[in-house]
């Protein structure tokens, strides 16, 4: 299906989060993806949809593979880029976020692309500047493009999600890995499970629309998929589990738990791995793990984003979107 | 200063809550002070229609930040002053958290002097727990008492260690000076921004659990029990603190508390946009919590409402959520929000709403004011309750407009506001000819 054929025509000019996407806006953005995904594989890659533009990528915490993910979506779309890195206390590099982006645009940005270690702050930009903007992570809140991208794979393994069951494994409480995931499959229709240790996976969560399991067997019972999140011992203050050694105890997939998953069960994970920790060593390269399948789907699922976002703030051409 | 004047307020509703007053009756104020209700009106005094207003004590408000000295880009005496006297109040206590912090007696009388030269209103002043308020050794609290500190208080910090504390109240306790604390466990607070619950689980911000004050709490019952020294829970946010207080309050306990106007208004919702004047300390919490801190008033567990007036400039709160400093102002905002939460929501009483905001606070701390005594300095407001007004910048005599409530309409509003028989403020302007403010 090309983007053409879909209903729903798209209207946002910033993609802050998916907590407010409407399904018909994810299943878009989905399907938009799915049309650049096929260019990905021509030995030809760049597509003209914004030439002349400029993409700033404005990562004020430390991140390797979304930043290097949206360069190449947005260097498959002809835009140029412009990469600003740092620390995002205002304190520490002395000028304000909102300075920092009125600079951005003064330079004529076109859009920018934002990853930030404060909740809200993609919201927050978005009310002071006038290109588009794109959240790439604020802080424990959300990772839209991550969840997008999750959500592409599992609907091309798997097809519709009405149905389908979900689990979420490991640190919940500090991730928006976790909680863009819950919003984006649970509007998509599967049933999310939240799983890990008490300290990290709130009972609260059922507010958000998943359910809650301190218990791996049971979390994992029956799931068509499984979704790792990297565990930072040295982020959670070593206050919420007592060593990696446990958590692995505990917690960690390998062949056997793997086992009490739906039979074909996919593996998925935002990288980067630990291998080891979350998840055993041989289990992450074997055939149900689409680890790298999901970072290949990021960069079609960050084509279509910024594509769309731009479309939505008429900078994109429009006559170029491949068939 | 100009001479204090005589008057007489025409046909207005006069609540007293002192004295049980609330009726349609003239006032009159003869050489600044209140005159016995059958004193005859002196040929010639000024006549002042107030007909379809309330005339009531000046609101008093035992909890805010000045900021001088050291911060008075936020606020200073001067401006603070003015923003309580547009509010209706004619008296406040000010917070000892200023840089260098109030802890000892040569800071303390330099606030006052402040207040004597810039101020508009009345201003008492507070002295710290702790030397430079680090929770360490112990301020001199005597020295402060003598210099005219009114209450002692490590505002904004809590002393975390509980042998300390004891000490402070058994200290304290000898010059009679109540010892007013911040309840936090900072423990259960690193990194937090706003109330533990569903929000911040939705909106990613790191939680502040209700436990964490309601173990101040506890502790502080418990300490006021074994040394019977006076502690006052400042602003209490949590259900579970306002069924502790409860308790002890019952078994004769000398323990008190305030709520402000925001946590008896507002819960953690208003955080869904990030909105950095909806961030305070302690922070707004989830519905049950405001509905207990309103039904603690009601029964009179929490003693009086105070504003944690607490000014920061824009550029200040204009950040991302996480980096914003805690704290909004109060002191224009406190009369309409208490009308419209208190009484209108609630169904309190008129003179039950002035009550906690003149007579209830000044009791507490044992300072003159917040009743219409005959023959006590006309500090006075009048008010008119139903008034609609949009909270816009330019109207804010604060130099800060750190507040949730900015461009919101409000209803009811000081029309006028008397200190000693001097008007202060009317309709929006500062009438005071303090030559430095």
Redesign the interface.
């Known amino acids: 299906m090309s983007p053409s054929e879909t209903a729903h025509s798209w209207q946002r000019r910033h993609l802050l989060g998916t907590e407010d996407l409407a399904p018909a806006e994810i299943h878009h953005i989905l399907d938009t993806a799915a049309s650049f995904k096929k260019t990905l594989d021509r030995t030809q890659k760049k597509l003209p949809s914004l030439r002349g533009k400029v993409v700033a990528n404005l990562f004020l915490e430390p991140s390797t593979r979304t930043r290097i993910a949206f360069e190449v979506a947005a260097n498959r779309l002809s835009a140029d880029l412009l990469t600003l890195t740092g620390t995002s206390s205002s304190l520490e590099k002395g000028e304000s976020l909102r300075d920092t982006a009125c600079n951005i645009e003064a330079l004529r940005a076109d859009m920018i692309v934002l990853r930030h270690s404060a909740p809200g702050s993609p919201l927050y930009l978005s009310r002071i500047v006038d290109i588009p903007v794109i959240n790439a992570g604020d802080g424990a809140h959300e990772h839209p493009t991550q969840a997008l991208l999750d959500a592409f794979t599992l609907r091309e393994h798997l097809g519709d999600l009405t149905g389908r069951k979900v689990a979420i494994l490991g640190d919940i409480l500090f991730s928006r890995v976790a909680r863009s995931n819950i919003w984006a499959l649970t509007k998509l229709g599967a049933k999310v499970t939240v799983v890990g240790p008490s300290t990290l996976v709130p009972s609260t969560c059922t507010a958000l629309g998943a359910e809650v399991s301190h218990d791996l067997r049971e979390g994992l019972a029956d799931a068509d998929a499984v979704m790792l999140l990297r565990i930072q011992h040295e982020r959670q203050a070593r206050t919420h589990f007592p060593s990696l050694g446990e958590y692995t105890q505990l917690f960690g997939l390998n062949a056997e738990r793997s086992s009490w998953l739906k039979p074909g069960a996919l593996i998925l994970h935002p990288g980067p791995v630990n291998r080891g920790v979350e998840i055993d060593s041989e289990l992450a390269d074997s055939h149900p793990s689409v680890i790298l399948e999901q970072v290949t789907n990021g960069i079609a699922v960050r084509m279509a984003v910024l594509y769309l976002c731009a479309s939505a703030a008429r900078l994109a051409s429009n006559a170029d979107l491949p068939a | 200063m100009s001479a204090a004047a005589s008057f007489l307020l025409r046909g207005g509703r006069v609540i007293d809550p002192a004295h049980g007053t609330d009726e349609e009756r003239d006032l009159l104020v003869l050489d600044g002070r209140i005159a016995p209700a059958d004193t005859p009106v002196p040929a010639g005094t000024p006549v002042e229609e107030v007909g379809g207003l309330l005339v009531i004590p000046g609101l008093v408000d035992i909890h805010v930040h000045f900021r001088e000295p050291g911060q008075t880009h936020k606020e200073d005496v001067a401006s603070g002053t003015r923003a309580a006297a547009a509010g209706g109040f004619t008296r406040v206590v000010c917070m000892p958290n200023t840089s260098p912090p109030c802890d000892n007696a040569g800071t303390l009388r330099s606030i006052l002097d402040a207040a004597e030269r810039k101020g508009v209103v009345r201003v008492h002043t507070t002295g710290c727990l702790t030397r430079a308020m680090e929770g360490a050794e112990l301020a001199p609290i005597g020295s402060l008492a003598r210099a005219g500190a009114v209450a002692v208080t490590d505002d904004g910090l809590c002393v975390q260690n509980n042998g300390l504390m004891r000490q402070i109240a058994t200290y304290a306790r000898m010059f009679g000076l109540p010892v007013l604390d911040h309840c936090q466990d900072t423990s259960l607070t ?1 990194g937090a921004v706003m109330h533990e ?2 929000w911040s ?6 939680g502040w659990p209700s436990a964490a004050e309601e173990i101040i709490v506890a502790r502080n019952l418990l300490l006021a029990e074994h040394t019977g020294a006076h502690i006052h829970l400042q602003h209490l946010s949590s259900a579970r603190s306002v069924d502790l207080l409860r308790e002890a309050r019952a078994r004769g306990v000398p323990v008190t508390a305030e709520a402000t106007p925001h946590h008896i208004a507002l819960t953690d919702a208003a955080l869904a ?2 909105d950095p004047s909806a961030k305070m300390n302690p922070p707004l919490a989830a519905e049950p919590h405001r509905r207990a801190l309103v039904e603690g008033l009601r029964d009179g567990t929490i003693s009086c409402l105070a504003t944690d007036h607490a000014p920061h400039r824009e ?1 200040e709160k ?6 914003a400093p805690f704290g909004i102002i109060g002191l224009e905002t406190a009369l309409p929000v208490a009308l419209e939460v208190l009484h209108r929501q609630e169904g309190f009483s008129l003179p039950r709403v002035v009550d906690l905001l003149t007579r209830r606070p000044a009791e507490l701390l044992g300072l003159p004011g917040g009743t219409l005594a005959p023959g006590a300095p006309a500090d006075l407001a009048v008010v008119d309750p139903d008034r609609t007004w949009t909270v816009g910048p330019g109207e804010l005599h604060s130099r800060s407009r750190n507040t949730p409530w900015l461009g919101k309409e409000l209803r009811g509003r000081a029309v006028a506001t008397a200190v000693g028989g001097r008007w202060v403020y009317r309709e929006g302007r500062i009438l005071a000819d303090n030559a430095e403010g």
């Open positions: 690193e619950g569903e689980l939705r909106l990613g911000l790191r946009g990030y550029y204009d950040v991302e959520l996480d980096f």
